[in-house]
């Protein structure tokens, strides 16, 4: 029993099962391989609901709550953790702009996100840097009813495919810091933006690449947030990302350990199964432990913010524990598996899936850092 997961989302999660063993899970292979992002599967997520289930009615989800959101969530994963990105965007940059938006911008964007008809990203990192995010140079100044970009964004998830951008810009002064940076939704189709794609080691469907912008023009109405404080009003979204990701790729550890377990109990070696011999059973077992502790803690987290509860030390673990540990545990896996978890395969390729969560969305050292600042106060912990 979960004390997190009743039995409402219980049946959720079943249901989300099925989908992603059914539709998902047969070609996560081959989109790895053309590294295409399949529209019709994520059209046919938006259909069943399960994309941004956590959103308002009125901005098209089912204001289904965070933990709904999470178990949809790592059910996709166990299938695709690239294709799962998709849920990822859907509820960051949804409660972005349902948040911080205006209605008659963010609405019909909203409708179009949640019915799987279109695909958001989010860019923050610029070539100089990504930890250092309060530093940002891109550029946005105020023109009439316009703001215009100049700059770069680079390592950004979905950078090629995405319908829209929410852009974080400078538009006060370098030493402003963090209050001079705002946030603004930029459809991609604009005059002026061109984009191109990273040859990654893994997330190959959603692919990660540069978006270059040109004096592009994009109505003020669009802005997220008030200006000048876009930086520290967005940012406070990602604590629920943060437990999204952890629940993403400990759900790919946990389908590996599954798998792992059912081959060593068949595997026979000087006439026994693989699992009599505790060199075998002891490191698959502890993961085990592990990774069921993490994802109670990921859990967790979302119960907390759907009650409004604090939990930005919360997210920040599982944004450094469950991307180590998942990586971990799923390279247990793959020589558990020998030369044949070697080969080309499910494992080797979950296993580069993973490892990109160790550098994107906030290293372990900025992590570890927040939680260090919950613990002991801002004050007492140097930057």
């Not at 292979?29 to 938006?46: A, C, K, N, Q, S």
């Amino acid at each position: 029993m979960n004390p997190y997961i009743d039995e409402d989302l219980a049946t959720l999660a079943e249901h989300a099962r099925r989908f992603a063993s059914g539709r998902v899970a047969p070609g996560f292979l081959e989109r790895d391989d053309t590294r295409v992002l399949d529209r019709g599967l994520m059209r046919e997520m938006g259909a069943l609901g399960f994309i941004a289930p956590e959103l308002p009615e009125r901005f098209g989800g089912q204001g289904m709550g965070c933990l709904a959101a999470g178990v949809i969530h790592e059910e996709i994963a166990r299938a695709d953790l690239s294709l799962s990105y998709i849920n990822l965007l859907a509820s960051l940059n949804g409660q972005i702009l349902a948040h911080h938006g205006n209605p008659e911008v963010v609405a019909p964007w909203l409708a179009r996100l949640t019915t799987g008809q279109a695909l958001l990203a989010i860019a923050l990192t610029e070539p100089r840097g990504g930890s250092d995010a309060a530093s940002l140079r891109l550029r946005m100044e105020r023109s009439g009813d316009h703001y215009v970009l100049n700059g770069e964004k680079t390592s950004i998830s979905a950078a090629d495919q995405a319908d829209a951008v929410v852009v974080f810009a400078r538009t006060g002064t370098v030493e402003s810091g963090a209050h001079g940076v705002s946030a603004i939704l930029v459809p991609t189709d604009l005059p002026g933006i061109t984009r191109g794609r990273f040859d990654c080691h893994g997330q190959r469907a959603i692919g990660r690449g540069s978006i270059f912008f040109e004096n592009v023009r994009v109505p003020a109405s669009h802005l997220l947030g008030q200006q000048g404080k876009g930086f520290v009003q967005v940012m406070q979204g990602f604590d629920f990302s943060r437990a999204l990701i952890g629940l993403q790729v400990l759900a790919v550890a946990r389908v590996s350990l599954e798998e792992t377990w059912d081959y060593v109990a068949q595997r026979e070696a000087f006439g026994k199964p693989l699992s009599s011999f505790q060199g075998v059973s002891h490191p698959l077992a502890e993961f085990d432990t592990q990774i069921e502790g993490a994802r109670l803690l990921c859990l967790q987290t979302l119960w907390l913010k759907d009650r409004g509860a604090a939990h930005t030390a919360q997210a920040a673990m599982c944004k450094w524990w469950g991307p180590k540990l998942a990586y971990d545990a799923i390279h247990q896996c793959l020589l558990m598996h020998g030369h044949g978890g070697y080969d080309r395969g499910p494992l080797e390729q979950r296993l580069r899936d993973v490892l990109g969560f160790q550098i994107g969305d906030g290293t372990a050292q900025i992590m570890k850092t927040i939680v260090a600042r919950d613990r002991a106060g801002r004050a007492a912990v140097s930057n």
